[in-house]
């Protein structure tokens, strides 16, 4: 490469001509349709190796809307849409927001799971630099920005993929700096999520939280990927806005594979069933950690035949979604 700048110091028609670049510095041929290829695997390479550099071995990804903000924030824009509404009460646009940013504000509280889930796994998981089941989000605002700040609380690392879009927002200010990844393709950043994953917990959110979702139910129900817990946080929600009973009912899905995914309410039920399903990774952190299951409260937890958490021993429920994927 030095070698390479010492050349193209030289001043002259030659050296000045696009063709004369390196290759892998010359933006404008590695922007071609042809090389879309070799940016594919730079794409996936990158990431994979400083991860590996960092010694992360596996993942619990998390993922919500990034409009659901901390609560604090919920109930100022609920006041500001509240005092919208008196002011012209009979405006259609108003009303309408106000219906929204009174949903908004309930759901505000899964920010703070959210956050507090990011805290009891990364106390566990990463003690004297340990580095299973680190955090991993899209890294932006609202859920993920509360799951990456909640990693930072306790002092660990935690990891954002981003991606590049029209009006996307920066990375949020709490994924690690070394860990914050841009991606272009969609496609190679769920690539990412899921191959160290754990473990998918998924918050109320849109478009983008249902894709991630529906993709990790597609590989696990067609046995791409292994079986990992699948946490849908908030029942009342996924019931309201997804059907799943009725996939069932139309035969377009079978009834098992309604087991391929859990109900959970609170972050130490969803850290319960995380670890009752990787027993011996997490006995693992605890071991490396000197134990910690105070803070965690527990190992345990079960799902009943309805997909909720009855807080009995969780293990054989766990196994039974382990079954033999590749």
């Known amino acids: 490469m030095k070698t390479a700048e010492q050349s193209e110091a030289v001043d002259s028609p030659q050296t000045s001509s696009p063709s004369y670049q390196l290759a892998y510095a010359d933006k ?51 006041a500001a849409a509240e005092a919208a509404v008196e002011r012209a009460p009979g405006d259609a646009g108003c009303v309408r927001e106000l219906a929204v940013a009174r949903r908004i504000a ?7 799971e959210a956050r507090r889930l990011g805290q009891l796994i990364t106390q566990v998981s990463q003690h004297n630099g340990h580095r299973d089941l680190v955090v991993v989000t899209g ?13 930072q609380d306790v002092g660990g690392k935690s990891i954002g993929l981003s991606i590049a879009l029209p009006r996307e927002e920066r990375p949020n200010a709490y994924v690690t700096p070394e860990l914050s990844f841009q991606f272009h393709y969609f496609a190679v950043r769920k690539m990412h999520f899921l191959l160290r994953a754990k473990a998918l917990v998924v918050f109320p959110g849109g478009y983008g939280t249902l894709d991630e979702l529906f993709e990790t139910l597609t590989l ?16 009342a929600y996924w019931e309201r806005v997804i059907r799943f009973d009725e996939l069932a009912a139309e035969g377009t899905i ?6 391929l995914f859990q109900y959970v309410e609170n972050a130490e039920d969803a850290w319960r069933l995380i670890q009752a399903f990787h027993r011996p990774l997490s006995a693992h952190s605890e071991e490396a950690a000197g134990g910690n299951e105070g803070a965690t409260g527990g190992a345990t937890g079960t799902v009943g035949a309805t997909g909720t958490v009855d807080g009995s021993d969780g293990a054989s429920k766990a196994r039974t979604h382990r079954g033999g994927a590749e």
């Open 28 to 78: 404008a041929f590695l922007s071609r349709d042809e090389l879309r290829g070799v940016r594919l695997q730079l794409e996936l390479l990158k990431p994979e190796l400083t991860q590996r550099d960092l010694g992360i071995s596996s993942t619990v990804v998390i993922f919500g809307s990034t409009r659901i903000p901390e609560p604090g924030v919920a109930e100022s824009r609920l």
């Open 106 to 112: 309930e759901k505000a509280r899964y920010y703070e």
């Open 139 to 151: 890294g932006g605002p609202g859920i993920m920005e509360a799951a990456n700040r909640g990693a």
């Open 220 to 235: 696990i129900q067609t046995r791409k990927v292994k079986p990992v817990p699948v946490l849908l946080f908030g029942r």
């Open 254 to 259: 079978a009834p098992e594979d309604l087991e």
